[in-house]
């Protein structure tokens, strides 16, 4: 998979949604923009697209690619001395339960609380969105005009 990858963007061809996705979101850490993904299944993508967390079989480690985006590296910067943020920590990809409604709202908290950061939340189908549709409502399509609080959720 991650060959087949390195192919497509090499050959600029048949880049796969996938593909695209990663290099999105690599783009958007190589800015230094923290990104922050939950929903069920996640970390491997709904229809097995993502692969944001490789699993090793032989020993149940994990490895996250995009948690080894540098930006300070990339963009030859180094960090402000009151902005040391651990590089490691830009990319956070969570699996959450069924409890879509508990899930928006956290991160729907979350987003205020870091305000330039990337912050989604993944419904795998529309069904799962109607269970959360008052977090929807209430907070995050009202929130800006009836408390001033901006989410970039």
């Not at 490895?63 to 910067?77: D, E, H, I, K």
């Not at 830009?90 to 990337?118: D, I, M």
Request: hydrophobic share 35%; glycine share 8%; charged share 20%.
């Amino acid at each position: 998979m991650l060959t087949t990858r390195r192919e497509q963007v090499e050959q600029g061809e048949r880049i796969d949604w996938g593909c695209a996705e990663a290099l999105a979101f690599g783009c958007t850490l190589a800015e230094g923009t923290h990104v922050r993904l939950t929903g069920q299944d996640s970390e491997r993508g709904t229809f097995n697209q993502r692969h944001a967390v490789l699993h090793d079989q032989t020993d149940g480690s994990e490895f996250t690619p995009l948690a080894a985006v540098n930006p300070y590296s990339v963009l030859g910067l180094k960090p402000a001395p009151q902005r040391e943020v651990r590089y490691d920590q830009l990319f956070k990809v969570y699996n959450s339960s069924l409890s879509e409604a508990a899930v928006l709202g956290f991160e729907y908290g979350y987003s205020l609380r870091h305000p330039n950061a990337l912050v989604m939340w993944e419904a795998q189908f529309g069904d799962f969105a109607n269970y959360a549709q008052g977090i929807i409502d209430t907070y995050i399509a009202t929130g800006e005009d009836r408390w001033q609080l901006r989410s970039n959720l």
